[in-house]
RNA sequence: GGCCCCGUCGUCUAGUGGCCUAGGACGCAGCCCUCUCAAGGCUGAGAUCGCGGGUUCGAAUCCCGCCGGGGCUACCA
């Protein structure tokens, strides 16, 4: 019988939830999904040092935004520190781990030294086979079997390590607080994690794992999947510090539609091997498979992701896209918002563009210069509108006459009304500009531009 | 330094020995549409497949070396 697949994400709330929290939890749902297995979301906050709360807030508040919910949890490791001390007596007991006084400047000396001799660095193993006579704080290491350790990557194939390359790793913080090579590895047992899907980065910390895992006499994991990283645009990898643009809250906030995102996320770095780009998430839970799965990190673009979003919105229905949008221009009424969708729809790339071709309902704009001839022409144009039906349409076909008469051509007379009304060189098609505003509000703006009465 | 991963248009990628004079998408350029900006349609530029050796009748695809990028090597995760 078939072990039904637990997987987990186990984010530590140092920072914000970024790219690659988003891109790590997209791939374990859509395995979990497709496997109908298990998605657990575990809070790796063993760093006292650097957590904050709130960002544990941040994390779930994203991932709930993303739509990649979890089964189970939040589970805190803070909250599971009896485990880790007792896992950690067991190996003390068998002799697997052992206690180290090294200050922290004895160990930088040590590496300094192997440095020095240009040999790679290894604990000494003084604390082991010198135990110091004095009491005080002290740290718990792993004492490492040596040998070789192998696992199977999802994406690589028979991965081999040589452990005697290792050295003896802490696995208790003098604080008391394990490591992440520590709590990581016994909880993902203890949670009966069939499949550790992460980042990259992971790789060369799965043989630490996998030697405490054998250390505590647990199952291993059936097999690890370390995925693409996530580059910035110079090619480093990103990071919380280096790359605050990268934070998912600030993705709402520009606009993405999650759904887009997770679609421009699935496909940086998996491919389906056909020529599909846009997919819905069933779609994507069933065409997804490690194989078709890149080895080799990604950069993020912008420019593909600003593509993907206005797909994504220009197929949103007109009540959905009316939802999307009342957040980021929330000073205008209900009414209007509606009528200016069908011209905005095929405009935006972002959600928050929105308030550049809106805002001048809200806000007045300064008059233009303008010349007599010019104000001739808007004179022209409050005459053709002002005793019209108050609707694009309508208003459209009023100017379109007014412009024959006026014997100049479109761009002439219409630039100075776009100017007049919103003041800006790019907006919503003339009409639109005319119809969103109240009647009074248009021709008052047009005829205080052209030195008219009102 | 040591260990590990990776290397095809600017970017994301297809490609697993002949179908590749290397395909697609984003972006870019031009044209059409057009009151601006988009959207849409059409056309185009853009990769001697990191470099050098092999193997083979034939290599982006296999082997070796080198170079380049990234990760790990923490009492961070």
Redesign the pocket.
């Given at each position: 019988m078939a072990v039904s697949v637990r997987v987990r994400i186990?984010?530590?709330p140092?920072g914000f939830a970024h790219l690659g929290t988003a891109s790590t939890a997209l791939y374990n749902v859509l395995f979990a999904r497709q496997q109908k297995g298990t998605f657990v979301l575990r809070i790796?906050d063993?760093?006292l040092?650097?957590n904050r709360p709130e960002y544990e807030l941040l994390i779930l508040e994203s991932l709930t935004w993303l739509a990649l919910e979890w089964d189970e949890g939040p589970l805190r490791q803070s909250e599971r520190l009896d485990i880790y001390k007792e896992e950690a007596a067991k190996l003390l007991q068998a002799g697997k781990a052992y206690r180290?006084?090294?200050?922290?400047e004895e160990?930088e000396a040590e590496?300094k030294q192997a440095q020095l001799e240009?040999r790679?660095?290894k604990?000494s193993r003084r604390c082991l086979t010198n135990p110091p006579e004095g009491r005080g704080?002290?740290?718990v290491r792993f004492r490492v079997p040596g040998g070789e350790v192998t696992f199977t990557d999802m994406l690589?194939g028979e991965?081999k390590?040589?452990a005697d390359?290792i050295?003896d790793?802490?696995i208790v913080?003098?604080?008391g607080?394990p490591?992440?090579?520590f709590a990581?590895p016994v909880d993902d047992a203890l949670m009966k994690i069939t499949h550790v899907i992460r980042g990259?980065?992971?790789?060369?910390?799965t043989p630490y794992q996998l030697m405490v895992v054998d250390g505590l006499g647990y199952e291993r994991p059936v097999a690890y999947a370390h995925m693409?990283?996530i580059?910035a645009g110079d090619?480093?990898?990103l990071s919380k510090r280096k790359h605050p643009e990268s934070n998912l809250i600030l993705f709402r906030e520009l606009g993405y539609l999650s759904e887009a995102l997770i679609n421009y996320l699935a496909?940086?770095?998996w491919?389906p091997?056909t020529?599909q780009?846009i997919f819905t998430f069933e779609q994507l839970v069933q065409a997804f498979s490690f194989?078709?799965v890149?080895?080799?990190?990604?950069?993020f673009?912008w420019?593909?992701l600003?593509?993907i979003n206005?797909?994504y919105i220009?197929k949103l229905s007109l009540d959905e896209l009316t939802d999307r949008l009342r957040p980021f221009v929330s000073q205008l009424d209900e009414a209007t918002l509606r009528r200016a969708i069908p011209a905005l729809q095929?405009?935006?790339h972002k959600l928050a563009e929105a308030v550049d071709y809106l805002d001048f309902l809200w806000t007045d704009p300064p008059p233009p210069a303008i010349d007599a001839d010019t104000a001739q022409r808007v004179k022209a144009a409050i005459e053709a509108v002002k005793d019209v039906p108050w609707d694009p349409d309508s208003i459209?076909a009023a100017l379109e006459k007014a412009v024959a008469d006026s014997g100049v051509?479109?761009?002439k007379f219409?630039?100075p009304l776009?100017d007049t009304l919103t003041g800006k060189?790019?907006?919503?098609?003339?009409?639109y500009c005319f119809g969103l505003l109240p009647k009074d509000v248009a021709l008052a703006r047009l005829a205080r531009a052209a030195n008219l009465p009102v």
């Open positions: 186990a984010p530590s140092t790796d063993t760093d040092e650097r180290c006084f090294c200050t922290p160990l590496r240009k790679p660095y604990y704080e002290f740290a690589r991965m390590f040589d390359l050295g790793f802490i913080k003098s604080d607080y490591t992440y090579q990581s990259e980065e992971h790789l060369s910390n693409p990283l580059l090619g480093s990898k496909l940086l770095g491919n091997g020529e780009e194989d078709r890149q080895h080799g990190g990604a950069r673009d420019e593909k600003n593509w206005g797909e220009r095929t405009r935006l459209e051509g479109k761009g219409y630039t776009r060189k790019v907006a919503l098609p003339i009409h």
